[in-house]
């Protein structure tokens, strides 16, 4: 690929883009050699895409980090005409946004002028890609560049081998960065391969085989080969969308490739959701991990409904329902925690909203003394919905630490300033 492009010279661009320090040439090569824009990209930016807080330039495939030298220049333009235009590229004179031929023209001059003629805004992109391979690793070029991990390969093959490690390797399984790339997907052929891998554990050979006399959407379901399965309300909606727009006599198969309209076959088809996957932030993940994650989603479900019909779960109750380890089952919890999905008060575990978490306890026990005098240990109880044992030994713990008083069956807030003392 380097020998079918003309390469710069980074000293001589840098030496031009000093020449050209707010202006509007300056701008468009910016854009193009430092930011990776294409012409297309740079005749539609405009102001609301440019975040100056966050250092970022939000185009509708990707996020482009905003380096300092063109978060500079921008910010220049920006105070002297930003209120003119929601462009970012318009003409000095007319003040009006520009052509594709028209930021060509100028970036060809402002080229030649600076000794480089040869030299056009394709290479400049092109740079930018190289210059994100040497310094990051091919999935990060891939999320920046807005091409597909196909496309980037077959352009770019030869330099990728050697390229840095990603700094996400390892990375665990995230939710909503995955939730985020279906929304955007939305009735791609990805988004119906990844919905259909997360919720319903679908594999890839039954993705790519996939046929419409499979699927059953007035009753709701999914004939494979060795079962039949339930359609999710999300895969069901996304499937009539597809079929709504389906041609007739087009290929009853369900994932077809969005320019040919034929079949995908499972090396396109995981080239497809890769490339979703890595513009969302997901290089590390695949199908396979996406199925698993759903099993596992499915877990989480039995444990949900089992503390909603039980008011509570325990270490032990997780490890009977799964068939789990000790620290397996406590890791499980915590993650539901983590995800606010359950709520923690000592070895039990609640939904949330159906007891007070422990960090709470003392400003509502606390509350309600203030305002009631004193309270016995079933009052304590009722209050933040646990059991009466439990709320014994959280009465007892404050008593020891000197927040409350026990007289009797009775407990009171200890004496403050100004408090009479309790007869």
Not at 131 to 156: I, K, M
């Amino acid at each position: 690929m380097r020998n079918e492009f003309r390469q710069p010279d980074e000293q001589n661009m840098r030496q031009l883009l000093h020449q050209h320090p707010e202006d509007l040439p300056g701008l468009i090569l910016r854009l193009a050699w430092l930011q990776g824009l294409s012409r297309e990209e740079i005749v539609a930016l405009k102001w609301a895409q440019v975040d100056f807080q966050e250092r970022s330039l939000f185009l509708e495939d990707r996020t482009v980090p905003l380096e300092e030298e063109t978060a500079g220049c921008l910010t220049a333009r920006f105070e002297n005409g930003g209120a003119v235009s929601p462009y970012v590229v318009i003409s000095d004179k007319f003040r009006e946004p520009l052509r594709p031929e028209s930021v060509s023209r100028i970036a060809r001059n402002a080229l030649t002028a600076g000794g480089l003629p040869q030299l056009q805004l394709k290479d400049l992109r092109r740079d930018y890609f190289f210059r994100q391979l040497e310094q990051h690793d091919w999935p990060y070029a891939v999320r920046v560049s807005g091409l597909s991990v196909s496309t980037f390969q077959a352009c770019f093959a030869g330099d990728t081998p050697h390229k840095k490690r990603s700094t996400q390797a390892g990375q665990q399984f995230d939710e909503f960065r995955l939730w985020q790339v279906l929304q955007k997907e939305d009735s791609s052929a990805a988004g119906i391969a990844l919905w259909m891998s997360w919720q319903m554990g679908v594999q890839g050979k039954e993705l790519v085989n996939l046929t419409w006399d499979q699927v059953d959407l007035e009753r709701g379901l999914l004939h494979l080969p060795e079962r039949d399965m339930l359609l999710t309300n999300a895969v069901r909606r996304l499937l009539e969308k597809v079929q709504k727009v389906r041609s007739p006599g087009e290929d009853p198969h369900v994932l077809l490739s969005p320019q040919s309209r034929r079949p995908m076959d499972l090396a396109r088809l995981s080239k497809v959701v890769q490339t979703a996957l890595i513009r969302g932030g997901l290089e590390n993940i695949t199908l396979r991990d996406i199925r698993a994650a759903g099993g596992q989603r499915e877990d989480d479900q039995t444990l949900l409904e089992w503390t909603r019909a039980h008011g509570s779960i325990t270490r032990r109750d997780v490890m009977a329902l799964l068939n789990l380890s000790d620290t397996a089952a406590y890791l499980r919890l915590r993650r539901l925690v983590g995800r606010r999905e359950l709520e923690q008060v000592g070895k039990k575990y609640y939904l949330p909203g159906t007891v007070v978490p422990e960090e709470k306890q003392w400003e509502v026990i606390s509350a309600y003394l203030q305002e009631a005098g004193f309270a016995y240990c079933q009052d304590v109880a009722e209050l933040l919905h646990v059991g009466k044992r439990k709320t014994a030994g959280i009465l007892r713990r404050m008593v020891k630490d000197g927040r409350l008083l026990q007289f009797e069956k009775r407990y009171y807030l200890a004496k403050q300033p100004g408090q009479k003392q309790i007869q």
